[in-house]
């Protein structure tokens, strides 16, 4: 009992140590905006192969104006949702007065619209987070 003042600190202290630092993606460098996607639907179906997710992070200040867009990717869908995307950009592309969003949509192999965002998803500014849920409707 009389080690345990010595030992009880040093015990904390290892273990601070041993935690390790949370670690940026590689790709990801000072300057660098990331926005986390995870976009999904509800309807209980797995797409056939050759279905492509698009997410786009947009910025929708101007309401008489098309959305100007900052990052884009598209990404064959394999398996069923959720799905998961990563979009990185300049932060110099940013403008703090601004309004962004994030939309998505989900194309069949010929191109055809079979699910899509019908609702504003703030990201990045106002107090929005930099990650975003995206919940998909079927247009059909």
């Known amino acids: 009992m009389r080690f345990a003042p010595i030992i009880l600190p040093a015990a904390l202290t290892l273990a601070a140590c041993a935690t390790p630092a949370p670690v940026a993606p590689p790709d990801v460098t000072t300057g660098t905006?990331?926005?986390?996607?995870?976009?999904f639907y509800r309807e209980r179906i797995?797409?056939?192969?050759?279905?492509?997710?698009?997410?786009?992070?947009?910025?929708?200040?101007?309401?008489?104006?098309?959305?100007?867009?900052l990052a884009e990717a598209n990404e064959p869908i394999?398996?069923?949702?959720?799905?998961?995307?990563?979009?990185a950009f300049s932060s110099a592309e940013i403008d703090p007065?601004?309004?962004?969003?994030?939309?998505a949509d989900i194309r069949d192999p010929s191109g055809a619209l079979v699910?899509?965002?019908?609702?504003?998803?703030?990201?990045?500014?106002?107090?929005?987070?930099?990650?975003?849920?995206?919940?998909?409707k079927s247009i059909r």
Do not use: K, Q
């Not at 905006?33 to 976009?39: L, M």
């Open 46 to 69: 797995m797409l056939p192969p050759g279905h492509v997710l698009n997410v786009r992070v947009e910025d929708v200040s101007l309401a008489d104006a098309p959305a100007r867009v």
């Open 97 to 103: 007065r601004h309004t962004y969003a994030v939309r």
């Open 115 to 136: 699910f899509v965002t019908d609702t504003h998803t703030p990201i990045l500014t106002n107090g929005a987070p930099t990650s975003a849920e995206i919940v998909l």
């Open 78 to 87: 394999a398996g069923g949702p959720p799905y998961r995307l990563t979009l």
């Open 33 to 39: 905006t990331v926005v986390h996607v995870t976009a």
